[in-house]
């Protein structure tokens, strides 16, 4: 069993520690989706002026339950959304994969439904299903990033797209809805299954 928690250390390769700061900093050509789309992180800006709270760097309680838990093609995930004062938590049995997309609310929030052409404002980590290693997260960077949802992966449109604002979602996603092509710069190969839990904190129009 892997488990991911946000002080865990992700190294990518000649680079810094952020996929944001690594594909900025290294000049490396866009990743695309099939559809055309570029990653999550290739859109997402780092000058967002992050609420007070920021993204809690936090581990959560060593006896935190699962809020989701998903049998997959292959393996397990279970799935712990953010609190306050710490930061998500996502456990996995690898390999873990999916056939199809599959997006479960952890905690819904009061605000408005987002659309799925808003710039939206997150707390976001993603997990490889192949082997359970974080390859991105603002949690571990304490600031939350904004981008617009019709410019990223299919799968983390399909994830916040129709929720509310406050809320806090997990998604599974297939290769086809995240990195068809892999981003090997994350370490995510092409066939990777990949886990987000990400809180919203914003969205405009």
């Known amino acids: 069993m892997k488990l991911s928690r946000v002080p865990s250390s992700v190294a990518f390769a000649a680079c810094a520690t952020s996929l944001v700061t690594l594909l900025a900093a290294c000049g490396s050509d866009t990743e695309t989706t099939s559809a055309g789309a570029p990653s999550v992180t290739d859109v997402a800006t780092s000058s967002v002026t992050a609420p007070a709270a920021g993204c809690p760097t936090a581990a959560p309680a060593a006896d935190v339950a699962p809020e989701w838990?998903?049998?997959?093609?292959?393996?397990?995930?279970?799935?712990?959304?953010?609190?306050?004062?710490?930061?998500?938590?996502?456990?996995?049995?690898?390999?873990?994969?999916?056939?199809?997309?599959?997006?479960?609310?952890?905690?819904?929030g009061d605000g408005p439904v987002v659309s799925d052409t808003a710039t939206v404002l997150v707390c976001y980590m993603g997990v490889n299903g192949r082997d359970g290693s974080v390859f991105d997260s603002s949690y571990q960077r304490g600031a939350p990033v904004d981008f617009p949802l019709d410019g990223v992966v299919p799968g983390f449109q399909k994830a916040i797209a129709g929720q509310t604002v406050g809320s806090t979602v997990a998604v599974a996603m297939t290769?086809?809805?995240?990195?068809?092509?892999?981003?090997?710069a994350a370490g995510i190969a092409p066939g990777d299954s990949l886990v987000f839990a990400i809180k919203i904190l914003d969205a405009t129009a």
């Open 69 to 108: 838990t998903l049998p997959g093609a292959t393996g397990s995930v279970s799935v712990t959304g953010s609190t306050d004062e710490a930061a998500p938590q996502i456990t996995v049995e690898p390999p873990f994969s999916v056939s199809e997309t599959q997006v479960h609310t952890l905690q819904a």
């Open 175 to 184: 290769s086809a809805d995240g990195y068809p092509q892999g981003q090997p």
